[in-house]
């Protein structure tokens, strides 16, 4: 079964505002990942937060990790249309970091 | 720098075919890994390898062969292709061969199987 699990599914807001994008995991971790996807395309890295660590940030993204909750949110700041993308998380396990699992996704949609 | 190359882009199958998805990468990473896509699923990690002469099973192994005898190739074979292989497959690799280095991305396969 999938590690991580996204929240919401969908989510669309106005050009500006402010995105947040949960993820939920059942294991203990080492590491916790954040990608986008372009719609058809390979997914892009964002950020990388390891289990000692409980903020990131990078440009208009912030990363939190919550391991007593086995919880991640990222948040996207001032978003723009080309935000627009589904957003993933992924984790490795504590005792078998070199499987990498994605869960299903967060759909995002920038409205003008 | 090409980055990771999947080969072919799309393919149509019948039932019962057998094919195989060429990964190819140019970066000397040690760690290389294959998922498929199907809507609604996220990614679903099939097999990966933390390096030359080195293969596990992911979550959805069944129907797929992998081997890995150079670092950068990693070509995943299906054997008897069924219809439930529909999908598009993708092709990762990282320098660190752990959950601490970011993966890289090819654009994909899009197999159809008829």
């Known amino acids: 079964s999938q590690q991580g699990e996204e929240d919401p599914q969908a989510l669309s807001i106005q050009e500006g505002e402010n995105a947040t994008m949960n993820c939920s995991y059942k294991?203990?971790?080492?590491?916790l990942q954040w990608y986008r996807q372009n719609s058809g395309r390979g997914l892009v890295h964002l950020i990388l937060i390891r289990s000692n660590e409980r903020e990131k940030h990078s440009g208009r993204l912030r990363v939190t990790l919550d391991t007593s909750k086995k919880s991640s949110s990222l948040l996207i700041t001032a978003s723009r249309a080309a935000d627009t993308a589904s957003y993933f998380c992924?984790?490795?396990?504590?005792?078998?970091?070199?499987?990498?699992?994605f869960g299903k996704g967060t759909r995002l949609h920038i409205l003008p | 720098n090409a980055g990771v190359t999947q080969t072919p882009k799309f393919q149509v199958l019948k039932t019962g075919q057998s094919m195989t998805l060429q990964c190819a990468q140019d970066m000397n990473h040690e760690y290389m890994s294959w998922y498929r896509q199907d809507p609604g699923m996220g990614l679903r990690l099939i097999h990966y390898s933390v390096g030359a002469g080195i293969t596990d099973q992911g979550e959805v192994p069944n129907g797929y062969n992998v081997s890995r005898s150079t670092t950068e190739d990693f070509p995943l074979r299906l054997l008897s292709a069924a219809p439930s292989q529909t999908s598009v497959y993708f092709c990762a690799s990282s320098p660190g061969g752990r959950g601490n280095s970011p993966l890289h991305f090819g654009n994909g396969t899009r197999l159809t199987v008829t």
């Open positions: 992924a984790t490795d396990e504590m005792n078998r970091d070199d499987k990498i699992i």
């Open positions: 294991t203990s971790i080492n590491n």
